[in-house]
């Protein structure tokens, strides 16, 4: 072990910020949001040093590799596994965070996503136990909420800002802040930013992560930001503002350029959407082909009545091995509730010319959407059995989450959804009317996973962790 933590990146001196990714997140690939943070704030002069200890812990303890499935997530955010888990990291955690204050950066910003806040407290509690006294803010998904940030309230001795959405713009304002301000603040700062143009941003520069803490020449991009659609459960539309792109020419250097230089060749699309904007879609396909690099690529589509069976075949024949459609349902009626604009004709055309161009076809499912009910439960088996030879597996079925910067929150008086004060999974414990219930929601799940296992459909109960073993 000692010899292992030696070989570990070491911390610059003089640095404006160090970013720290905590874990859990998939250690198959580079994690884009602090990387992309990091390159812009390095772009723009600032000594900005990326720590991922994410990679590192998972590099470190192979004997947990378990605990970084993420079907594993939840121990990490419930206080009787993580004792257990703070229990195995605690020399290294601890000998990492000495390494940091050592190292003494004028900032130290660590990323937040849901399911983190144990972690991010337990750095806190060790920065504090090794007497820092100097200025930590917060960033990423995790603390998007007033509400979210209030699990952080007992540190803000240590905390001195939060950084609200996206990244770039917003820290870099933050570390502009002249020191006597910082020094008047009685309360965190917030720094909100405005949706920054995606030809402003760098290419993510992978020379700033550690490349031996990867195994797998994986690397996640992303071609978008934002959402064109604003399904009613879904977040994309307050987490990232408006809905923005960057250019087919933009997206195929950037591909050329991880691989050529840096050796990557599978790339995974963090795009909400990658078919946000069908022609720059189509457009980036074309360009891929005719250079015909030896890569692979997946994404998250949208369904799409624009796609025909020629822009299929175009996606496989720029490297596309994998596509997800977040098809949610198989009742015309709650996809209306749902706002998807889309219909089951076009479901049932995107999934079977996608899967007969030789995609890997996957599909999101969602139960207990408020005003399902059981004619709608069987029309979502109906799809599945009807369409089956065409989905090759159901990446995840989730007993539907009210997100809280999603529409369904906002509006979740007036449609009378109701909360029992037993928050035991956050925004899960939710009813509407007598027969939509988490109990019944899980029956209804059940139901549709008997199915799956009869057709011998492959499946997640929430978001996988195979994004790139294909
Ligand atoms: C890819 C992805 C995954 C992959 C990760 C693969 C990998 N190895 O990287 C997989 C499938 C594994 C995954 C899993 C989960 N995910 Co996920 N995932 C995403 C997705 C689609 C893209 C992430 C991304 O790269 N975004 C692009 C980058 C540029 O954005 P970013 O990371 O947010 O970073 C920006 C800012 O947040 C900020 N920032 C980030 N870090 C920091 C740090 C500092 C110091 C500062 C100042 C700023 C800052 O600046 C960055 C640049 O602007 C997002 C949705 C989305 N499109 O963003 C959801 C998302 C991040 N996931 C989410 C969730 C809930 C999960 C799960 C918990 C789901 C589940 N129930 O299983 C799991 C578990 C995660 C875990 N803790 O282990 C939520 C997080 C919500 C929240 N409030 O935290 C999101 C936002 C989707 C959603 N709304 O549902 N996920
Ligand atoms: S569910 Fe998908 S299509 Fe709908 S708003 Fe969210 S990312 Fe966009």
Redesign the pocket.
């Known amino acids: 072990m000692t010899m292992v933590l030696e070989k570990l990146p070491k911390i610059e001196a003089g640095l404006d910020l160090l970013?720290i990714h905590p874990p859990?997140?998939?250690?198959?690939?580079p994690?884009?949001?602090?990387l992309?943070?990091t390159t812009f704030l390095v772009d723009h002069g600032l000594q900005v040093q990326l720590l991922d200890l994410n990679a590192e812990l998972a590099t470190l303890f192979p004997e947990g590799s378990a605990l970084w499935g993420?079907d594993q997530?939840w121990r990490?955010s419930t206080p009787q596994y993580f004792s257990d888990i703070q229990n195995m990291l605690d020399s290294v955690v601890r000998s990492r965070a000495s390494h940091i204050l050592a190292a003494a950066p004028r900032l130290i910003?660590?990323?937040?996503?849901?399911?983190?806040e144990l972690v991010i407290k337990y750095l806190l509690k060790i920065f504090r136990s090794l007497g820092y006294s100097g200025r930590i803010?917060?960033?990423?998904?995790?603390v998007?909420?007033a509400e979210?940030r209030r699990a952080y309230a007992s540190d803000e001795d240590l905390i001195c800002g939060y950084?609200v959405?996206?990244?770039?713009r917003?820290?870099l304002d933050l570390l502009r802040i002249p020191e006597v301000d910082w020094a008047s603040r009685q309360s965190p700062l917030l720094?909100t930013a405005t949706p920054i143009d995606m030809e402003y941003l760098p290419c993510p520069n992978p020379l700033l992560i550690h490349k031996y803490l990867y195994a797998k020449p994986h690397m996640?991009v992303?071609w978008s930001r934002g959402c064109v659609r604003t399904c009613r459960f879904?977040?994309?539309e307050i987490?990232?503002g408006r809905y923005r792109s960057k250019s087919a020419t933009q997206r195929v250097a950037e591909l050329k350029h991880f691989y050529e230089v840096h050796g990557y060749s599978v790339f995974?699309c963090?795009?909400?959407a990658v078919n946000g904007r069908y022609r720059t879609l189509m457009e980036t396909c074309k360009q891929l082909r005719a250079l015909a690099l030896p890569i692979r690529w997946t994404g998250?589509l949208m369904i799409s009545p624009a796609m025909s069976s020629e822009d299929f075949l175009l996606l496989a024949a720029s490297g596309c091995a994998k596509v997800g459609f977040g098809v949610e349902s198989g009742s015309e009626r709650v996809l209306a509730l749902m706002h998807k604009k889309t219909s089951l004709a076009a479901v049932e055309r995107n999934v079977r010319d996608a899967h007969e161009a030789g995609l890997f076809v996957e599909i999101f499912l969602m139960v207990g959407y408020p005003g399902e009910c059981e004619e709608d439960v069987l029309a979502t088996i109906a799809l599945l059995r009807k369409n089956r030879p065409y989905i090759d597996a159901v990446r995840s079925i989730n007993t539907v989450t009210v997100?809280h910067?999603s529409a369904l929150w906002r509006e979740r008086s007036t449609l009378g959804i109701e909360y029992h004060g037993r928050l035991v999974e956050r925004d899960h414990d939710w009813s509407f009317g007598s027969d939509n219930t988490l109990e019944e929601r899980r029956r209804r799940q059940q139901r549709i996973l008997d199915v799956l296992n009869e057709l011998g459909l492959s499946h997640h109960h929430?978001?996988?962790?195979d994004?790139f073993n294909s």
Do not use: N, R
């Not at 959405?165 to 770039?168: C, I």
């Open positions: 970013v859990p997140w998939g250690p198959d690939s994690p884009l949001g602090p992309a943070l993420m997530a990490w910003g660590l990323s937040a996503t849901y399911g983190k803010i917060l960033g990423g998904p995790g998007f909420l979210d950084v959405g996206e990244g770039e917003a820290t720094g996640m992303e879904c977040e994309m987490l990232w995974h963090a795009d909400p998250h997100q910067a929430a978001a996988g962790h994004e």
